[in-house]
């Protein structure tokens, strides 16, 4: 089960790496005017979310899944982190849209406004790390 666990840290650190990386990427793409640099900008967006964030996302969620079913840990802290995650999986999925969007449309340039989609991650992958660290404080507060 240490191997499990470790996998799903691992996995948790890639995804959410991807996850503060890819607003800042599309951010960019407002302020490239060169073609060849908005091609390699473009690579280095879908290297992102195709190589790193979405092989994240899967590992995690199935080592996470699998630590569940062997460890059999239940409460509401689960609820919650289920439900987190769900959202960071939204954000995810919302991630590929906006990557879709930049490459079908050549002329569209992000607004430098999507710099603030990093907040996205910097609340749900604090407040899915305190879930989990703080469920022992969580299931003395529920009975």
């Known amino acids: 089960m240490p191997w499990l666990m470790a996998a799903h840290i691992g996995s948790l650190a890639l995804w959410c790496a991807g996850l503060f990386l890819l607003p800042g990427l599309f951010a960019a793409h407002a302020g490239v005017e060169d073609p060849a640099a908005f091609k390699r900008l473009r690579t280095m967006s879908s290297f992102t979310y195709i190589a790193i964030a979405s092989p994240g996302a899967v590992l995690t969620i199935v080592s996470g899944t699998a630590l569940v079913a062997v460890s059999d ?21 919302y991630c590929g849209r906006l990557l879709r969007l930049l490459g079908m449309h050549p002329g569209l340039r992000a607004p430098r406004w999507l710099r603030l989609l990093t907040l996205v991650p910097a609340l749900l992958v604090p407040l899915v790390l305190w879930t989990v660290l703080d469920k022992p404080a969580l299931l003395a507060r529920a009975v």
């Open 73 to 93: 840990l239940l409460g509401d802290w689960l609820v919650l982190k289920l439900t987190l995650v769900t959202a960071m999986t939204g954000f995810h999925v």
